[in-house]
C-alpha cells in the first residue's frame, strides 16, 4: 500500500546547519518534519516531474512485473527508466524487488507534501 510522504526543500547550507543542530540538541524534532529532503525547488522538480509521476501511476496501476515490461508499457528507454526509477528508490518513492532474474518496480509513495520557506 503506497503512502505519504512529507518532503522538504533547503538550501544544502541550511539544512547542514540544521541537521548540526538538531546532533548537538539545540534543535528538538517533532516528528512531523520531512523524512526527505531536497536542496532546491528545482532539484525536487527533477524527480517528480510530470513524466516520472506517470510513470508512477504506471507502475501502481498496471502492476508490471519486471522494468522490461514497465519500459514497453511506458515507452520509455529501459536505461533510462533504471536510472529514474533507481534514483526514486534513493528517496524511498519506489521500491525494486529482485525477483528471479528481473527487478520488480513497486510505488511506495503516491501523496506528496512539501515544506518549505523563502
Not at 59 to 74: C, G
Request: proline share 3%.
Amino acid at each position: 500500500m503506497a503512502k505519504e510522504m512529507k518532503i522538504g526543500i533547503m538550501p544544502r547550507e541550511d539544512f547542514q546547519a540544521y541537521t548540526l543542530a538538531v546532533a548537538r540538541g539545540e534543535k528538538k524534532l517533532t516528528g512531523k518534519e520531512p523524512k526527505v529532503w531536497f536542496d532546491s525547488v528545482e532539484s525536487m522538480a527533477q524527480v517528480l516531474s510530470t513524466k516520472n509521476r506517470e510513470l508512477l501511476k504506471i507502475i501502481q496501476e498496471q502492476k508490471p512485473e519486471s522494468l522490461t515490461e514497465l519500459a514497453a508499457e511506458s515507452g520509455r528507454r529501459l536505461a533510462n527508466l533504471s536510472r529514474t526509477l533507481k534514483n526514486m528508490e534513493r528517496y524511498g518513492i519506489v521500491e525494486l524487488d529482485k525477483e528471479g532474474g528481473s527487478v520488480k518496480p513497486k510505488v511506495r509513495v503516491s501523496k506528496f507534501h512539501a515544506v518549505f520557506s523563502l
